[in-house]
């Protein structure tokens, strides 16, 4: 998709022009320079819709289509009402086939053009998702090829990165539509592997069951012994700037997910492919940076393997030893994730990171806390704290804290080794696995982002939504700003 920026609504450029307005505005800002044949169309066209959420649809044969629609009150049309008319609107220009169309909607109160430009684009590009690629018939294409946004303060800088975490986004969600017998961890592998191809700024080392062994992940090696598939462990690198500690982005990436011998149940397990989108949003993110060039530096590490039952597979009651030195009795195997995690954070430590973020769909249990609006996310560090809550309200990816206090720790302790990978009772089980992974991380700066209600869109129509990149690019983002 191809998105521009334009300073005033033009005729002769596009198939279609969409127009929206307020009733309790004037919208002649919006129609400046505008031919006097459009103002007149449209006036009158605004004269057939009167209550929010209508439109209405004009077509003539020699001159573009035009939609116009009715966004509410100028004092109610906020981010929300901004996403939802785009909600609204996109499935109308789809249908219609039309090649190239121009949007021009009033400008928010709350928020700068800068702000607004990127939303839209995000929303527009999330509609036009489609993932085809093992449909032989009835294939949704889009004839849709250009978009062009007509918001005259907004800047071509903050187009460019919305077009560029739009890239990543689309990586993250075709990964994680991927199935499974597809997307191995060799197949991650060879994804980030093609992006170090594309950027010379991106450089990629993957380990195999060999060198995973040298290394001592005894704790990810124990969930990949129940696999034929063999496990990757990936470090993904890019640099964008000299002599600066890295961010380093730790993505769970369990391609599938049958809980090992604590065995899921079987209705829906078909989502379990999603359980690799903690590493496929890493691998987003890493694309963002090189495409924008952000003059920073930032580590990937992405644990990759498969959880299934088998005569290899981990037990209910074995002991492992991590990367760290920690013992861990594993009494549910389907805590599969905290225990590939465990030996990525400790491999952390090497680069000296100024901090390091997590991303996992991790547990069912931030499902039932915050369903899947709002990602979880855990931190003993309050400025840290911070600043996630702030790049979620400036990305509009919606992020919550969650408390991490020492208390619920007690809950992991046990009797034959140092920890227990999970909990004899269901209280509080997004906290205690962040207190799992809380123990591999003393010694740099860390939060965890559980992602399980917000990577993917559960049910019939299920599809991945490539959540959280745009927090995390704009994590990156701050960073940048404020060094």
């Not at 044969?61 to 909600?87: M, R, W, Y």
């Not at 400790?346 to 973020?357: G, L």
């Not at 302790?413 to 809380?438: E, Q, Y």
């Amino acid at each position: 998709m191809d998105y521009v920026l334009s300073q005033s609504i033009e005729t002769n450029k596009n198939d279609c022009i969409v127009v929206g307005f307020c009733n309790d505005t004037q919208f002649d800002h919006q129609l400046a320079n505008c031919s006097p044949e459009l103002i007149k169309q449209l006036t009158q066209l605004s004269k057939k819709i009167h209550e929010k959420g209508d439109w209405v649809w004009q077509t003539e044969i020699n001159t573009p289509s035009v939609l116009l629609f009715h966004c509410g009150k100028q004092s109610e049309f906020d981010a929300t009402a901004l996403t939802q008319n785009l909600i609204d609107i996109t499935p109308l220009i789809i249908k219609q086939k039309v090649k190239s169309v121009q949007i021009s909607l009033p400008p928010l109160i709350a928020n700068s053009p800068d702000w607004q430009i990127k939303q839209m684009l995000l929303q527009i590009d999330a509609q036009c998702y489609e993932f085809n690629d093992f449909k032989t018939t009835n294939k949704k294409n889009s004839a849709l090829k250009t978009v062009d946004f007509c918001l005259p303060e907004a800047s071509q800088e903050a187009l460019n990165t919305g077009k560029a975490t739009t890239e990543g986004v689309r990586l993250t969600r075709w990964l994680g539509d991927l199935p499974a017998n597809h997307c191995t961890p060799t197949f991650l592998s060879l994804q980030a592997k093609n992006l170090a191809k594309q950027h010379s700024n991106i450089t990629v080392t993957v380990f195999g069951r060999d060198e995973m062994q040298n290394l001592g992940m005894g704790a990810l090696l124990a969930v990949a012994q129940g696999s034929i598939e063999p496990p990757r462990f990936i470090e993904i690198s890019y640099t964008g700037a000299n002599k600066q500690a890295p961010i380093v982005l730790v993505g769970k990436g369990v391609t599938f997910d049958a809980g090992g011998i604590s065995l899921k149940p079987a209705p829906s397990m078909e989502e379990m492919k999603y359980d690799m989108c903690g590493a496929a949003s890493v691998l987003g993110t890493i694309k963002v940076c090189a495409l924008l060039n952000l003059p920073i530096n930032v580590v990937g590490l992405i644990p990759s393997t498969e959880n299934l039952p088998s005569g290899t597979a981990i037990k209910p009651g074995d002991v492992v030893t991590s990367l760290s030195g920690q013992t861990i009795e594993i009494i549910n195997t389907d805590a599969e994730g905290r225990l590939i995690l465990a030996d990525a954070l400790t491999y952390a430590e090497r680069f000296k990171p100024s901090w390091v973020i997590d991303i996992a769909t991790l547990t069912g249990a931030m499902v039932i806390s915050l369903g899947y609006v709002t990602t979880g996310f855990m931190t003993a560090d309050d400025q840290l704290a911070a600043i996630i809550a702030k790049a979620s309200a400036e990305s509009n990816d919606k992020a919550w804290r969650l408390p991490l206090d020492n208390a619920y720790q007690e809950a992991l302790d046990s009797p034959v080794a140092d920890m227990l990978n999970s909990t004899f009772d269901r209280s509080a089980g997004s906290i205690t696995a962040a207190c799992f992974l809380s123990r591999f991380t003393k010694n740099y700066r860390w939060a965890h982002l559980d992602i399980a209600g917000t990577a993917w869109v559960s049910g019939k129509n299920r599809q991945a939504t490539g959540r959280p990149v745009p927090l995390l690019v704009e994590l990156l983002l701050h960073v940048i700003h404020t060094r």
